[in-house]
């Protein structure tokens, strides 16, 4: 079947700018992830949807940085006024879970440029 | 802030030989331990995971072995093969409330011939 997609796959953008990030979790995971992985700071997490409970936003770096997801299935990261240390690889991820540690399976991610 | 203490930051093995990734966390809140492999231009794929009701896991050439009164783990790969070349990430779920990972660092291994 389909795993998570993600688009665009990469990204150039000119610093000041806004940036949308699109992904398509797995049909059915109710929980869906989204990950930053820099060179300087590994994988880290930034928010979390599961179904329609309200997200836990406690990994946004900045309140540029915001995530919606649409009728509990598409999310959009967007990143407003884009830095240069945004400059990253942004992965999605998703689980049918509640609780009790599901797997999750990541999409190939969006390379983010800032220049 | 949750950490999980990865370790070596990167490994090359030669093809045959095993392959060992170490892992200490401080406090967990699922005791579910999952190791991830990634490959270039790739999102992380799950390898394998153990809930330490037992203290190894083996899954072919795969295996964890979890002390939890040291809190560490660690990634065994036996006969190491090139296409084993990727970046492991051993991770930790520290929080009540969702399933968000923490990732160690990450370690890049290379298997030469």
């Known amino acids: 079947g389909a795993g998570v997609s993600q688009s665009p796959s990469n990204k150039v953008t000119e610093k000041g700018k806004d940036v949308e990030l699109r992904c398509d979790p797995i049909?059915?995971?109710?929980?869906l992830y989204w990950y930053r992985q820099s060179l300087g700071q590994g994988l880290e997490f930034l928010i979390y949807?599961?179904?329609?409970?309200?997200?836990?936003k406690s990994g946004l770096p900045s309140d540029r940085f915001s995530a919606e997801r649409t009728g509990g299935s598409v999310s959009t990261l967007t990143i407003q006024r884009t830095q240069q240390e945004d400059s990253a690889v942004y992965l999605c991820a998703s689980s049918y879970s509640g609780t009790g540690a599901g797997e999750q399976y990541f999409g190939p991610g969006t390379r983010l440029t800032v220049t | 802030q949750q950490q999980v203490k990865q370790s070596p930051q990167s490994l090359i093995v030669q093809k045959g030989g095993i392959s060992i990734i170490n892992c200490a966390y401080e406090n967990t809140a699922f005791d579910y331990f999952p190791w991830y492999q990634q490959f270039p231009g790739k999102g992380p794929a799950l390898l394998i995971a153990?809930?330490?009701?037992?203290s190894e896991k083996k899954e072919g050439r795969f295996t964890i072995s979890f002390n939890k009164s040291a809190k560490q783990f660690s990634l065994h790969i036996m006969d190491s093969q090139p296409g084993d070349s990727a970046t492991y990430f051993c991770?930790?779920?520290?929080?009540?409330?969702?399933?968000?990972?923490?990732f160690g660092t990450g370690t890049r291994l290379t298997i030469i011939p």
């Open positions: 049909s059915g995971h109710t929980a």
């Open positions: 949807f599961q179904g329609n409970s309200a997200p836990d």
């Open positions: 153990i809930r330490p009701d037992v």
């Open positions: 991770a930790d779920i520290s929080n009540f409330g969702n399933e968000k990972l923490t």
